[in-house]
Nanobody, 124 residues
């Protein structure tokens, strides 16, 4: 699977960004998809997940109500709308295909492809 993430940038606190990820080489609709992020000196963490059948979404508690994950299967894309951004959202954001088909589980250690990520910088 090849992943191309885009949409990052520099914004002031309270601003918005929309990240997009295009996947190739994947049977996209059979998988759940997720956005992770990694800040300097910190471990990579799950930010949001959307299930293969659209029935389930999961968010990191600190982004709940501010971020929205969505997907367009015909376009093999998964997006992350980020509103009311805070300086603590500063990180490199990565999209990822969750490991198993028809599953909502997304253990980071089993993810095979990360792509190059996209940088989000939020200033106060």
């Amino acid at each position: 699977v090849q992943l191309q993430a885009s949409g990052g940038g520099s914004v002031q606190a309270g601003g918005s960004l929309k990240l997009s990820c295009v996947a190739s080489g994947s049977t996209f609709s059979k998988y759940s998809w997720a956005w992770f992020r990694q800040a300097p000196g910190k471990e990579r963490e799950l930010v949001a997940l959307i299930s293969w059948n659209l029935a389930y979404k999961e968010y990191k508690e600190s982004v709940q109500g501010r971020f929205t994950i969505s997907r367009e299967d015909p376009k093999n894309t998964v997006d992350l709308q980020m509103n009311s951004l805070k300086p603590e959202d500063t990180a490199t954001y990565y999209c990822a295909q969750c490991p198993a088909i028809y599953s909502n589980l997304c253990p980071m250690r089993r993810i095979e492809s990360w792509g190059q990520g996209t940088q989000v910088t939020v200033s106060s």
